[in-house]
């Protein structure tokens, strides 16, 4: 058995949502398909799907198995496009994503170089602060902030942000340094809604996940004037780690209960899951992963230690 083979007939099923389809897509006959599955599942000893005439779910050992599979084909993926870079010289064009303020702060620098290195290239950026969907709207590359739920996707890990909790130094001079979430109930807060729900922000303590009520004295869906409000004085804010590097290297904002963060958010480039992509593609993707987990893994090590 061909265990890579016997992966991507599995993930190809899931992510088509029948074993026809994934023959079609394979381009093979449905007895191979369904005999490579039930290879894998011997192999395993496990059944990663249950089938009937009409539909088709992953057991709970699929799901654990199907996002295994998906790190290791993105990881053959992307040793493959690090071979053909090597080779390559791309011309044509791309549409890339990112959100607005990442965009901004490392995406938008990462095309530049890319661009200065390879003149025959072209490529459009849109930054938007929501989740796109890359084949309905024609885009051909994406970096993506937290967990990812479209599994049609190839996603290469790059880097971690993380929800930190800050104010300014003159704020914390007058309200105090807190201790614990709870000091922040009745105090001054500045809500950034793009990653705040409601009025609750998430703390983790031994394990377990709480939500603290907030009372924003400033609510705004734009993350740079958020951070200024914040900058001001107006109270303590919500921020992904990324968005306040530059004020917390510059001191004019602090990071206060640390301790009790909630886990990191992933950051991945993610394009379109293709049997051939085009070498501009490759070639930009591994750009792209490779500026990306350098910059990040900076900035984590200088300025963001793990709690």
């Not at 016997?6 to 398909?33: C, D, H, Q, R, Y």
């Not at 998430?202 to 394990?207: C, M, N």
């Amino acid at each position: 058995m061909n265990k890579v083979q016997a992966m991507t007939t599995f993930v190809t099923i899931v992510n088509e949502g029948s074993l026809t389809a994934a023959a079609e897509v394979l381009n093979k006959s449905l007895p191979t398909v369904v005999r490579s599955l039930a290879t894998l599942e011997n192999f395993l000893g496990v059944r990663l799907l249950n089938r009937t005439t009409r539909r088709m779910a992953l057991t709970e050992e699929g799901r654990h198995y199907l996002n295994r599979c998906q790190k290791i084909l993105a990881d053959i993926n992307e040793a493959e496009i690090e071979l053909s870079a090597e080779h390559a010289e791309p011309s044509g064009s791309l549409k890339v994503t990112a959100s607005q303020l990442f965009g901004h702060m490392h995406v938008a620098p990462i095309v530049t170089g890319f661009l200065e290195r390879y003149h025959d290239m072209r490529v459009s950026l849109l930054l938007l602060d929501r989740v796109v969907n890359l084949v309905e709207e024609g885009l051909d590359v994406g970096v993506r902030i937290g967990k990812l739920a479209d599994s049609s996707m190839i996603a290469i890990p790059v880097g971690e942000t993380r929800r930190v909790v800050c104010a300014s130094p003159r704020f914390l001079e007058a309200s105090g340094q807190p201790g614990i979430p709870e000091d922040l109930f009745d105090q001054a807060c500045v809500k950034f809604s793009g990653i705040t729900v409601g009025n609750n922000w998430q703390f983790k303590e031994g394990g377990k996940t709480r939500n603290i009520q907030i009372k924003p004295v400033f609510t705004c869906n734009q993350a740079a004037a958020s951070i200024e409000a914040c900058e001001a004085g107006l109270g303590y804010g919500v921020f992904l780690s990324y968005m306040v590097a530059p004020q917390l290297k510059a001191g004019t904002l602090r990071l206060v209960l640390d301790e009790f963060e909630t886990s990191p958010l992933p950051v991945h480039v993610v394009y379109q899951h293709a049997k051939y992509i085009s070498t501009r593609t490759r070639v930009f993707v591994d750009w792209m992963t490779r500026e990306l987990r350098q910059q990040l893994g900076y900035q984590w090590a200088a300025h963001f230690p793990s709690s």
